[in-house]
């Protein structure tokens, strides 16, 4: 049991483990999702044609047969979109919503049919007679090289020092590169939205985006008309990670257009296969990096080119690849330092948001040039990481020129490397490799340090709406989205917290662009630090108003106006949250306001590679023992310690069930996920059937994770918590480490693995065979 479960109730609902809002609703079946949702009556379904080439134009698109299919009663091409047949979130006028001379992926929405059912629509979509003229597909970093490297958004370069001259002047210089796979959201709900027409041009939709704001904005694009008329509605999403932040859009436009054009509402879900074939995945990155270090370890220099397969438009590769720069650093201090980006344009799905956003990519790379600076140096890796965190004075600078005031990368490595007994423990697995022929073990040791706050500055604000009735309930609404991460739990307990109540008294209604508007996306790892803030700013303003009341009509001082969990205390008298409310009411005192926060301190010029991008840094570090099995080519996690840092949780619970999800999706991305295309550029692990993620039974035999204590956060956060979305993916990394600890044994540990992700069974088979010198 990790010691956060053990930890005794903190004082203020906001600061204590509750269970998740809906988690009742969510065992026994009664969450209502999209495809849950009644079916308006006449409802129409809407399912697309996708190409079947990865790069071609269209010579022509017989859609006949699809027309006078059974059930049939419109069929959308891009001549049909009544406003603007594009969907670029950033923009760039590159990505339209179905395609019209060309197609660029296979997988690209061409063609939507309408039906009467859904099974109708999918019969028909396959009765299209399409005639392509194929070009070139460029499917991968090397072939996009070779042919030139055409960019989908602009490079970023960072950099401090002299790198060159640093590299130069370092006692010892070595290079190499690292290549890591991409990643399939696999979210339990697939992409889904349900559109309805109403009066005057109105349209409600009811999708699965963490991004309302953006998928209203857009559906107006589609529809040509202004925002306003457009309602986007959402209870809760069944999963996202980052896979519903733009590629909810197409959906909820192509149901939107339906509904506009037939007068009917329509729906659209999307079939798990089609869904994968047709949306974007984490990047896959090659980053090939030069360093210069000493004998002792200590990094002098260091030069990375982070390549990414970004897909066939900008999408949000851009801002993805700029925090995988951010990353690169992780945790340690470069005196010389030179990060570059090259997103690069490929026929494959546009790629996007997941969970860490690129950061997980930079610091992967990152662990990779530590790894080599130890096999180099004959060094344990925690010795070199020791030698190299951020810290003092003159060794706090990031290559982005952002001073790291709160570094506690060292106290939390040297805090877990106790309590997990490493130095015991590597000491035990190099015995046991002496004498195992097939079974070889290994551990390793990694920290995060991940940046907290959008790195496109407009996007750190929030908006909320608190109404407080006369019988005491309250009602919160936020620009936030749930997708089962307990966001609206922790929006909950603020209201608790700052008015006195139990969970029962708040509820948290479905978020919504005709409550608050000009949301942000939920992602970043900001949704709690955003829309919490914002929810405190509408309750402190509806508090206010009634203490002022309060304190002129018992004639008490305003600070003996206080709201605590047996009522409402006013001077020595006690009254109902309820009875106060009454009382204000019949004032004629408003109990609603709005709320509004947007992220102090922060600054970006991706002009210069500069600023402050973020308002503050999490932290962790986590200690990963597996077995690796030298006839499969299978691994086992035996054994997982983390220790993580939260700031002062709002709900321990809840943060640890974050950071032991989190950690288990970034070992399967380093360790099982893996995307294949064929040479015509089908993605060919479309389907759960070919696509593997962790089981169960892939989680680590003895899992520790505990909360760093008395560590609340330095900046004024929402109670001085911390952001425990983003960060705690890395921890897989030490998975990916220790495999290759655990291969470094076949050499005896002279040699730097240098095992590429993810560390399939075939993947760890060629390089143990590399490493006994049986291949190149």
């Known amino acids: 049991m990790s010691e956060a479960r053990k930890m005794p109730m903190v004082q203020g609902a906001a600061s204590t483990s509750m269970k998740h809002e809906s988690a009742i609703l969510h065992v026994t079946g009664r969450a209502n999702y999209i495809d849950d949702m009644p079916e308006p009556k006449g409802m129409l379904h809407v399912v697309p044609g996708l190409s079947t080439k990865a790069h071609a134009r269209i010579v022509s698109m017989d859609l006949s047969a699809v027309r006078s299919a059974p059930g049939v009663v419109r069929v959308l091409t891009a001549e049909d979109v009544p406003g603007e047949n594009e969907i670029s979130p950033v923009h760039a006028h590159d990505e339209p919503l179905l395609a019209t001379d060309h197609v660029y992926y296979w997988g690209q929405p061409m063609f939507a049919v309408v039906a009467t059912s859904r099974q109708a629509a999918r019969q028909a979509v396959r009765l299209?007679?399409?005639?392509?003229?194929?070009?070139?597909?460029?499917?991968?970093?090397?072939?996009?090289r070779e042919a030139g490297g055409d960019l989908v958004w602009r490079p970023?370069?960072?950099?401090?020092?002299?790198?060159?001259?640093?590299?130069?002047a370092a006692p010892r210089r070595l290079s190499g590169n690292i290549t890591m796979g991409g990643q399939e959201h696999f979210y339990l709900e697939g992409q889904a939205a349900l559109a309805q027409p109403g009066e005057a041009g109105e349209m409600r939709v009811w999708s699965s985006t963490q991004h309302p704001s953006e998928t209203q904005h857009l559906v107006a694009c589609v529809l040509g008309r202004p925002h306003h008329l457009v309602?986007?509605?959402?209870?809760?999403?069944?999963?996202?990670?980052?896979?519903?932040?733009?590629?909810?859009?197409?959906?909820?436009?192509?149901?939107?257009?339906?509904?506009?054009?037939t007068g009917q509402a329509a729906k659209m879900r999307l079939d798990r296969d089609d869904d994968m074939m047709m949306t974007g995945k984490r990047h896959d990155f090659v980053v090939d990096y030069d360093v210069g270090f000493t004998d002792d370890g200590d990094i002098l220099a260091v030069d990375m080119v982070l390549a990414a397969r970004c897909g066939w438009s900008a999408d949000l590769s851009g801002p993805v690849v700029d925090r995988a720069l951010f990353h690169a650093d992780n945790a340690y201090f470069y005196p010389d330092v030179r990060f570059r980006s090259e997103p690069l344009r490929t026929n494959t799905q546009s790629n996007t948001a997941y969970r860490g956003f690129g950061g997980p990519q930079g610091i992967v790379a990152a662990e990779r040039v530590i790894e080599e600076v130890a096999f180099a140096t004959g060094l344990d890796p925690v010795t070199v990481r020791l030698r190299n965190f951020y810290g003092t004075t003159d060794r706090n600078i990031t290559p982005y020129h952002m001073t790291v005031e709160d570094s506690i990368s060292r106290e939390i490595v040297t805090e877990l490397v106790r309590r997990c007994d490493y130095a015991k423990r590597k000491e035990e697995i190099r015995a046991f490799n002496k004498t195992s022929r097939y079974i070889k073990r290994g551990i390793a040791l990694t920290p995060v340090k991940?940046?907290?706050?959008?790195?496109?500055?407009?996007?750190?604000?929030?908006?909320?709406?608190?109404?407080?009735?006369?019988?005491?309930?309250?009602?919160?609404?936020?620009?936030?989205?749930e997708m089962g991460q307990g966001l609206h739990t922790k929006m909950v307990q603020i209201a608790m917290r700052e008015f006195g109540l139990t969970s029962d008294r708040v509820r948290i209604t479905a978020t919504t662009t005709g409550k608050v508007p000009n949301t942000s996306a939920t992602a970043a790892s900001s949704g709690a630090d955003l829309n919490g803030m914002a929810v405190l700013d509408a309750i402190t303003k509806i508090k206010r108003r009634m203490i002022a009341f309060a304190a002129e009509k018992w004639n008490v001082a305003e600070e003996d106006v206080q709201f605590l969990p047996d009522g409402v205390h006013v001077g020595?008298?006690?009254?109902?949250?309820?009875?106060?409310?009454?009382?204000?009411?019949?004032?004629?005192?408003?109990l609603s306001s709005n709320g509004f926060y947007k992220t102090p301190k922060i600054s970006w010029d991706p002009?210069?590679?500069?600023?402050?991008?973020f308002f503050y840094f999490a932290y962790g570090a986590a200690c990963a023992e597996v077995s690796v099995d030298l006839l499969t080519g299978e691994n086992t996690m035996d054994r997982v310690d983390i220790l993580h840092d939260a700031g002062q949780s709002l709900n321990p619970e809840i943060d640890v069930g974050q950071i032991e999800g989190g950690f288990v999706q970034g070992a399967g991305w380093l360790t099982m996920e893996e995307l294949v295309w064929d040479t015509a550029g089908r993605l060919r692990t479309h389907a759960p059937s070919t696509y593997k993620i962790p089981a169960c039974s892939d989680r680590p035999r003895i899992f520790n994770v505990?909360?760093?204590?008395?560590?609340?956060?330095?900046?004024?956060?929402?109670?001085?918590?911390?952001?425990?979305?983003?960060?705690?993916f890395v921890h897989g990394v030490a998975v990916l480490q220790a495999i290759s600890d655990a291969l470094a044994?076949?050499?005896?540990?002279?040699t730097c693995p240098k095992l590429d992700a993810p560390a399939t069974p075939e993947r760890v088979l060629r390089t143990a065979m590399s490493l006994r010198g049986e291949i190149d």
């Not at 790195?455 to 936030?480: E, F, P, R, W």
């Not at 760093?708 to 956060?713: S, V, W, Y």
Request: glycine share 10%; with cysteine; proline share 3%.
């Open 607 to 613: 002009a210069t590679g500069r600023g402050r991008p």
């Open 128 to 144: 299209a007679k399409i005639e392509y003229e194929e070009k070139p597909a460029i499917l991968n970093v090397a072939q996009a």
């Open 156 to 168: 970023l370069v960072m950099k401090r020092g002299d790198v060159d001259a640093g590299l130069a």
């Open 572 to 590: 020595s008298d006690v009254m109902t949250f309820q009875q106060l409310a009454w009382q204000v009411y019949f004032a004629r005192i408003s």
């Open 450 to 481: 991940f940046g907290i706050s959008f790195t496109a500055t407009h996007y750190n604000q929030a908006g909320a709406l608190v109404h407080v009735y006369t019988d005491g309930s309250v009602q919160v609404n936020h620009g936030g989205t």
């Open 706 to 728: 505990e909360l760093l204590e008395n560590a609340p956060n330095q900046e004024e956060t929402i109670f001085r918590s911390k952001a425990v979305g983003e960060p705690p």
């Open 745 to 750: 044994s076949l050499n005896d540990y002279k």
């Open 231 to 261: 309602t986007t509605e959402v209870r809760r999403m069944g999963g996202g990670f980052g896979g519903k932040e733009t590629q909810a859009n197409a959906a909820a436009c192509l149901a939107a257009i339906a509904a506009d054009l």
